[in-house]
């Protein structure tokens, strides 16, 4: 009886393995969330393989990030940015070895002060030129009273 139940939680592990690994597979970058946002829901798909007893290399962490990035223009600089970190990129230093998740992490969320300088450019830029389009009220020229007064 044991050993069936042992042999059930074995295939029950499993199955779990693969249906974590599968949602990392199917992992796509959420245009509704924040950049942050988005590194926390991968981050928590990473997590919940871990646990289930799965393993993945850092490599292979930044792999899948990489393939839920959004395939866009406004992110095709950082995805070509992103692929000369991993090891085996054209001029890459790095190793499987000495690979950081974390470096490729933080190239990721730059991107997030990027949005804001941007947001706050265009804010600045929308509200110049909503001013500049107002018509102006003529201003009345200053009435100037002089007093002479005549001295004989």
């Not at 069936?4 to 693969?18: A, I, P, V």
């Not at 590194?39 to 799965?54: K, M, T, W």
């Not at 190239?107 to 102006?136: F, G, Q, T």
């Amino acid at each position: 009886m044991w050993v069936d139940l042992e042999g059930q939680y074995r295939d029950s592990s499993f199955f779990t393995r693969l249906r974590r690994r599968k949602q990392l597979h199917r992992f796509r970058w959420d245009n509704s969330l924040t950049i942050q946002e988005n590194i926390d829901v991968y981050n928590r798909l990473v997590q919940n393989f871990f646990e289930a007893g799965g393993q993945l290399s850092q490599v292979d962490q930044a792999m899948f990030l990489l393939m839920g990035l959004p395939d866009t223009p406004r992110w095709e600089t950082v995805i070509v940015q992103l692929i000369v970190l991993l090891p085996d990129a054209p001029g890459c230093t790095a190793t499987e070895q000495t690979f950081k998740f974390s470096v490729f992490e933080k190239r990721i969320l730059m991107e997030s002060d990027r949005d804001r300088v941007l947001k706050e450019n265009n804010a600045l830029v929308n509200y110049a030129s909503k001013e500049k389009s107002k018509p102006h009220k003529p201003v009345p020229a200053p009435s100037i009273s002089h007093s002479y007064s005549s001295s004989s």
